[in-house]
């Protein structure tokens, strides 16, 4: 399809559609290239077959009750949050303990103490990288739990 | 019965009850496009369940001035193609798939066009599909659509126009297979 066509496809759309605002071309524009042209002639005639087609239908209204679903589902990822604050805290804490007793012991044995930050640092980072909290609960396993209770 | 900005503020006031409201007001109409996009009325439940608690966390960030429904959807979208992405597709016919279509009136011929438009809808692709829903059933102007799927004007109209030209052509098919 060469561009002058599509263009002249998607405006004719879009004033089939009431959107002549949004139509590159105006009508008269339009109607004389569709008149010389029979491939816009045959595709624009298919469009309306399938626009007339669905203009007679709807969608089928569906029936579903999903509020008490989607209440467990707050209070399951609430938990989850709650269960992430608390463990971020104790990580915080812990981070700090050890690094009161490394800096305590640094200077009876610095080489060792060097090694265990370096070993430290990478878990640490590992799960930075991951954006896992390695203390909180497995958020996908505990939702689907509450779900099916 | 309280107004979605009513709802909306007593849930960003911590009000969970509130939120009821306005699960109850659009579930329907959620699971509707999430049927058209996934094919599996379970699913479809698991998505628009999963979009309505991701929506609740994201509240905070829900600016007054938008509507809730489209605000809405761009998380159900996203909840739907990430399902759909993990979950095999359905095969075209299978017991498993919904039907998606109603007819305007109670008429029999209509009621054989439904059929046939059914059976072409599914032979396109999710995104088809969902365009034509929301254009068509739900009666989208462009700019809305654009919106609502996160795409340029241009390329609503563009994919709009290839969408119907397939939907055209299934039908077509369908229609030569049955003679």
């Known amino acids: 399809m060469n561009p002058i066509c599509e263009q002249v496809r998607l405006s004719a759309m879009a004033h089939a559609d009431g959107e002549s605002e949004t139509a590159s071309l105006g009508l008269a524009e339009m109607e004389s290239h569709v008149a010389g042209c029979a491939e816009c002639r045959s595709a624009l005639a298919e469009m309306e077959v399938a626009t007339q087609l669905l203009a007679d239908h709807r969608l089928r209204p569906q029936t579903v009750q999903l509020a008490a679903r989607v209440h467990e589902g707050i209070a399951a990822a609430q938990s989850c949050r709650e269960a992430r604050r608390f463990s971020g805290l104790f990580v915080a804490l812990l981070t700090i303990l050890l690094a009161e007793r490394a800096i305590t012991l640094r200077s009876d044995a610095p080489t060792r103490w060097a090694s265990r930050g370096a070993v430290c640092l990478l878990v640490a980072g590992w799960f930075i990288c991951q954006r896992q909290n390695p203390f909180s609960l497995n958020e996908h396993l505990e939702f689907s739990r509450k779900i099916t209770l | ?179």
């Open chain 2, 1 to 179: 019965m309280m107004d979605d900005t009513e709802a909306i503020a007593q849930c960003q006031a911590g009000n969970p009850e509130a939120y009821r409201h306005l699960v109850e007001r659009y579930q329907a109409e959620a699971m509707g496009h999430a049927l058209a996009i996934l094919g599996h009325r379970q699913d479809a439940e698991d998505a628009v369940q999963t979009a309505f608690v991701k929506a609740w966390q994201g509240l905070d960030r829900f600016q007054a001035n938008r509507r809730f429904y489209p605000w809405f959807y761009t998380i159900l979208r996203n909840c739907c193609f990430k399902l759909a992405a993990r979950r095999p597709c359905i095969a075209e016919g299978s017991e498993e798939q919904l039907a998606l279509v109603a007819t305007a009136d109670d008429s029999d011929g209509l009621a054989e066009q439904a059929q046939i438009l059914e059976k072409a809808l599914w032979r396109l692709s999710a995104e088809e599909r969902e365009l034509i829903v929301l254009k068509h059933f739900d009666g989208l102007p462009y700019a809305e659509l654009a919106e609502r799927l996160g795409i340029p004007l241009g390329t609503v109209m563009s994919r709009l126009y290839h969408a119907r030209l397939q939907l055209r052509a299934a039908v077509a098919r369908l229609l030569k297979d049955q003679v």
